[in-house]
């Protein structure tokens, strides 16, 4: 079974300054997604950046790009200029690319807090 | 374009009591995931469903069950509540089990008391 697993609770930054999550992952799996999802506190999930574990080069998405580390299981996200709408939980997902595995294992998330 | 949509909003119930839970997908999307967000913890995966065939199924009791309709919409169902199934309840849907991004409705909070 996959586990994924983000080791800070609550994080906290100045606007406009960059910070960066953290999300380790174990999975016997050669092939496999990752995702980061944003929660705002109205609830609604939001996807903000996906990879693919068989791409090489790091995902970027505007502000946000990821530091993906296959061999150390590593999956961290970057939010550079970062803004008061950042403000919400983060989760850290993993999908298998194997048939019947089609579900999102989630850690349990960041609050990130953008301080004004 | 219509997102996920999800009724009721909330939702209250007591010990015991049965509750159904609704779900419409992004037209064209043909499958339908449920995830149990409990307060403070990441979602966990409930069921997927794809074209109306069960495909995966979580670490839950029989007690919760579900079903996909011809329209693709989708119900949740729990039985014998307990006051530990209080949780928000996520649908997501995406276009096929093989497309890997998955879009979520914006979840029924559940309250058991």
């Known amino acids: 079974a996959q586990t994924v697993t983000q080791s800070q609770p609550e994080m906290s930054v100045q606007e406009a300054e960059t910070v960066t999550l953290s999300c380790t992952y174990d999975?016997?799996?050669?092939?496999?997604?990752l995702f980061w999802y944003k929660q705002p506190p109205s609830r609604q999930m939001i996807l903000v950046i996906r990879?693919?574990?068989?791409?090489?080069q790091n995902a970027t998405e505007n502000r946000f790009s990821v530091n993906f580390q296959k061999a150390a299981k590593s999956f961290s996200l970057k939010i550079s200029d970062s803004q008061l709408g950042d403000t919400a939980m983060y989760f850290c997902?993993?999908?298998?690319?194997?048939?019947?595995?089609?579900?999102?294992?989630f850690g349990t998330g960041t609050r990130l807090t953008i301080i004004p | 374009d219509a997102g996920v949509t999800q009724s009721p909003t909330h939702l209250i119930k007591t010990r015991g009591q049965h509750v159904t839970l609704r779900c419409s997908p992004i037209?064209?999307?043909?499958?339908v995931s449920w995830y149990q967000q409990v307060l403070g913890q990441g979602p966990q995966f409930i069921f997927q469903?794809?074209?109306?065939?069960?495909?995966g199924r979580g670490n839950f009791p029989d007690r919760f069950s579900a079903r996909q309709f011809p329209n693709y919409s989708s119900e949740l169902n729990v039985n014998a509540l307990l006051l530990g199934d209080s949780a928000l309840y996520l649908c997501?849907?995406?276009?096929?089990?093989?497309?890997?991004?998955?879009?979520f409705g914006p979840g029924t909070r559940l309250t058991v008391l």
């Open positions: 997501a849907s995406s276009p096929s089990t093989s497309y890997n991004e998955q879009f």
């Open positions: 999975t016997s799996e050669s092939n496999y997604y």
């Open positions: 990879q693919e574990a068989y791409k090489q």
């Open positions: 997902a993993f999908m298998g690319d194997n048939f019947g595995n089609e579900k999102l294992t």
């Open positions: 037209s064209g999307h043909k499958s």
């Open positions: 469903y794809y074209e109306k065939e069960e495909r």
